[in-house]
T-cell receptor, first 116, second 116 residues
């Protein structure tokens, strides 16, 4: 059964800092890994998708890496802004059979607060 | 291009009643996923439909059911509502490009179900 863990659970930083969010997963048999952000009471916004064959993806101030063999991904946010405050979630799509197949398995998220 | 749309935005039901939630995927997407997010809890996988078929199901009782229509839209039905069913229900869509799906999942804004 695929399990996803995110560290830290919460993070508070001053504006302008660079920061790293961590995600680990137990089964390396994945199709892809996706990072999302969620604002309170809202749906999820997709930030980055990394295919299983890729090592990293970049979008603006965001950079995500994937080390499938060790079951780890990191999301790097450069020059953080108050508008980045949200919950950040990572999810993997499993290729292994059984109950994990095909679905996105989510971590519990990292609550990020960027204060002015 | 329209994103994933969910209706209604809010739904208030009495314990024991039935609720029907609807989801329209992004044009061209064939897969629909349903998730439950109870207050303070993570995203719990409910159902995955692709090409009209149920592909996977989460660990929820049978009173949670759904279907996918020929136009790929989907509905989630919850029978015999209980107070603990109160949650944000999120729908996502993607294109399941078998045998190696590497496509991004997009989420709707959710339906807030309140059971009183």
């Amino acid at each position: 059964k695929q399990e996803v863990t995110q560290i830290p659970a919460a993070l508070s930083v001053p504006e302008g800092e660079n920061l790293v969010l961590n995600c680990s997963f137990t089964d390396s048999a994945i199709y892809n890994l996706q990072w999302f952000r969620q604002d309170p009471g809202k749906g999820l916004t997709s930030l980055l998708l990394i295919q299983s064959s890729q090592r990293e993806q970049t979008s603006g101030r965001l950079n995500a890496s994937l080390d499938k063999s060790s079951g780890r991904s990191t999301l790097y946010i450069a020059a953080s802004q108050p508008g980045d405050s949200a919950t950040y979630l990572c999810a993997v799509t499993s290729r292994a059979g059984g109950t994990s197949y095909g679905k996105l398995t989510f971590g519990q998220g990292t609550i990020l607060t960027v204060h002015p | 291009e329209a994103g994933v749309t969910q209706s209604p935005t809010h739904l208030i039901k009495t314990r024991g009643q039935q609720a029907t939630l609807r989801c329209s995927p992004i044009s061209g997407h064939t897969s629909v996923y349903w998730y439950q997010q109870a207050l303070g809890l993570g995203l719990q996988f409910l159902l995955w439909y692709d090409e009209g078929e149920e592909r996977n199901r989460g660990n929820f009782p049978p009173r949670f059911s759904g279907r996918q229509f020929p136009n790929y839209s989907s509905e989630l039905n919850v029978n015999a509502l209980e107070l603990e069913d109160s949650a944000l229900y999120l729908c996502a869509s993607s294109f399941w490009d078998s045998p190696t799906p590497n496509t991004e999942a997009f989420f709707g804004q959710g339906t807030r179900l309140t059971v009183v």
